[in-house]
């Protein structure tokens, strides 16, 4: 037999993406609310820290 006709069959491992953890899976009303809050609160901190060093 020649080697072509002996090579060995290579094995794939099928790897599955994992589900992101990050968002949940409805975003629903609240979540968009607190979301923007969180948001609002980080602006209205950032704009005190800039007027204090101004």
Not at 22 to 36: I, K, Q, V
Not at 41 to 47: G, N
């Amino acid at each position: 037999m020649s080697k072509r006709n002996k090579k060995q069959q290579h094995v794939v491992e099928v790897v599955k993406p994992t589900p992101s953890v990050d968002a949940p899976t409805a975003f629903g009303f609240e979540e968009m609310l607190s979301e923007l809050e969180a948001i609002v609160a980080q602006a209205q901190d950032r704009l005190a820290e800039e007027a204090e060093t101004v």
